[in-house]
């Protein structure tokens, strides 16, 4: 199970200081390239993205206190998730793929869309029960299966429906990259089908009431 990896500034600061040494650059133009290195396009962007990221923790610490206040919507994305994006140059389509962890969730993604990004850890003491694991008997539980998830909050006086999460997430999340999500949600812990499954549900639904005709199917 891939991990988010979240950067270092003491180890940007320390890999701008050898560029330095071995390019005879500026300190600043340094740590330009430091940044860039790893993704960002400048130390301006990544410096202000952990500041962004370390306020959000600190709220985070804080509703993580007084849970029963928040109701959770939890949207769940494979872990190796790849973003397809076409581009039309000079009449021909141009196909490249992006790590969904790497250049969106790493780069700020979930608080870019009003959620936050659920660590490892947490989703360890969350000890959610996977797809299918009532059915079987077995204690199957999310994160042993290679998911990463972010989550949106609102008031717990205002619970989450199927029916506002799937609007919000088609909204927020299904505009920026598309249907990559799973086609399940969690609302305030529970497993739900969201309206991907349900859509499978409908046409399959379709397939079993066409009628069988074996002169027509023939057999």
Same mark, same amino acid.
């Given at each position: ?6 950067p ?48 959000n923790?600190?709220?985070i610490a ?12 939890l949207?769940?994305? $494979? ?10 140059? $000079?009449?021909?389509?141009?196909t ?11 780069k ?33 539980y ?11 909050l ?7 429906t ?58």
């Amino acid at each position: 199970m891939t991990t988010t990896i979240r950067p270092s500034l003491s180890k940007v600061k320390a890999r701008a200081k050898a560029l330095k040494k071995e390019n005879q650059i500026p300190h600043m133009k340094a740590l330009e390239l430091a940044a860039q290195e790893l993704g960002y396009p400048s130390y301006h962007a990544l410096d202000t993205y952990l500041k962004r990221l370390n306020k959000n923790q600190s709220d985070i610490a804080r509703k993580t206190l007084i849970p029963k206040l928040q109701s959770s919507l939890l949207v769940v994305f $494979n872990d190796d998730l790849e973003i397809r994006n076409y581009k039309d140059i $000079n009449g021909e389509i141009i196909t490249t793929k992006e790590n969904f962890q790497t250049e969106y969730l790493n780069k700020g993604f979930a608080e870019q869309i009003g959620a936050r990004l659920v660590n490892a850890e947490e989703l360890k003491q969350l000890r959610l029960l996977a797809p299918g694991s009532m059915e079987t008997g077995d204690r199957d539980y999310l994160h042993e299966w290679g998911y990463v998830c972010i989550e949106f909050l609102r008031a717990k006086d205002n619970p989450w429906t199927i029916e506002d999460a799937d609007k919000l997430v088609m909204e927020k999340v299904g505009k920026a990259i598309g249907r990559n999500y799973r086609e399940f949600f969690y609302l305030d812990g529970k497993l739900v089908e969201n309206h991907i499954s349900k859509e499978w549900h409908a046409k399959w639904d379709s397939y079993n009431d066409v009628d069988y005709h074996p002169a027509i199917d023939g057999y």
